[in-house]
């Protein structure tokens, strides 16, 4: 890196974007830290009462860093009232700046960047293993996804903040991203237990450095099972599922040279059991059956619904 380009990188650390973005009442992220920067949602205004709903808010590309960075660490944080989890992503082809209820198209195109749980004041705090980084290219869009479950009465706005920890972009890091398979296949009557589970024959070589299961309040147990080639089901992951987890779930973490090494071939499985004591059905997505892990080396997210693994990729 040049002592020009340094000089300028040394200038906006701790700077935060500059956006002037306003915050919202009683949302108070703290402000970033010498070598963080930070990225605000827009304000999400008039969250209906009984509202769920997943929204993705581009940015303006003015907004954007001006210059490439590794993240190293990341805070996600977002306002209490009915949040559920938020993320930062980068985009990969530039679209119009607004706030919509996502669909497909916002995920195909995305990379991951950080995430934020709801429901901690604290914010989540992601401590990516030494050697391994996430990079955001300069002056590239960036989208905040923000999920809402308003269980209150009354509407409500909601805001999220991410403080990342960046570095000059290095060779010395490996680039990790995120993969996920998920069973949609959920019908859950009132009153009733219920179960899915969905598999995925993975078509790349994956080293994860963080494993682990997402269901939401009604889930009771989750299990990931990872079958070798050719081997029996080996179940790596065998949790009594618990509320707080919908936020916060257990996850297995490994150090770079210690990585969970999945090979093309190997398949890679969840297994979800729910008890739904409401007094409505449940249908995907208000439960969800997902195992997520963040590997290395990749540039790209990779999203396997169904067993199907994304075409293209």
Known sequence: MSRLAWMSFSLLIGCGTDSGQELLAG??????????????SPIVHNIKAGQDITLCSYLPVSEALDQTYDITASTGMQSMVASHHSVLYMVETERPVDTHECNDDDMVNSRYLAGAGGGDAGGVVDKIPEGIAYRVDAHRQLMIQTHWINA????VDGQAAYNLTVTPPSDAHQLAQLFTWTSTNIT?????TGHTSTSCTVQRDMAFFRLGGHAHEHGTHVSMTWTKAGAADNMFYDEAWQRSYTFAPPTLNYERDQAMVVHAGDTLGISCD??????????FPLEMCTGFGFYFP????????????????
């Open 27 to 40: 949302f108070s992220p703290p402000a970033p830290t010498a070598g963080q920067i930070q990225i605000l």
């Open 152 to 155: 209150t009465d009354k509407p």
């Open 188 to 192: 859950l009557p009132a009153g009733q």
């Open 274 to 283: 729910y008890n739904n004591d409401s007094s409505s059905d449940i249908i």
């Open 298 to 313: 990749g540039t790209a997210q990779f999203d396997c619904t169904d067993g199907q693994w994304p075409s293209g990729l």
